[in-house]
């Protein structure tokens, strides 16, 4: 990481979205925090830039670094870690988007704070930081016939079956405003 960004004043957002590397979890719900990235890179005609990037959002704020962590879900707590310390961006800075499969589906819910709730790759960033005093968003994955059937694990690594898929771009779009919201405050 070092050498990727030069180091910037400790007036900067950093948001995380939570998923797995490898295209074959794309479109899956254990990645709709990288989906969510996406998405609103591509509604700013941004380009990602070694899967992390930072600069100005038109009209929005200097100095956002967006990251989508090239490891594993249950094991992001390392990155965030490493790049809040290089850019000494404090946790109330930081904002991190997950999935949760216990919320309704479509659902987003901001908090400013909270706990972890189950979700390993928030327990992983808990662990990392020594505090859970940082934003998150989180959408809602819940399909509880699918995960009756599949199992927890199998269930948050599912591709969202076409219904679902036709929700995503409304989805998408308040997470982009709860994200704009957030870098704005």
Known sequence: MTGLFPCYNNDMKM????????????FTRHNVGFLALDYYFKRYKIEWREKAFLGAIRGLKDDVLFIKPQ?????????VADYMRHFKIPA???????????????????RATGTAGGNNGLKSIDAALGSSDYARI???TENDELRTKLGDIDFVLSKFTDKEKQKLPEILEEVLNKTNDFILN
Request: proline share 2%; hydrophobic share 35%.
């Open 92 to 110: 109330s800075d930081i904002l991190v988007i997950c999935d949760n499969f216990d919320l309704e589906y479509g659902l987003v819910r901001f």
């Open 15 to 26: 948001i995380i979205g939570l998923g797995n590397p490898g295209a074959r979890y794309n």
């Open 71 to 79: 490891n594993f879900y249950n094991d992001t707590g390392r990155v």
């Open 138 to 140: 989180r959408i809602g």
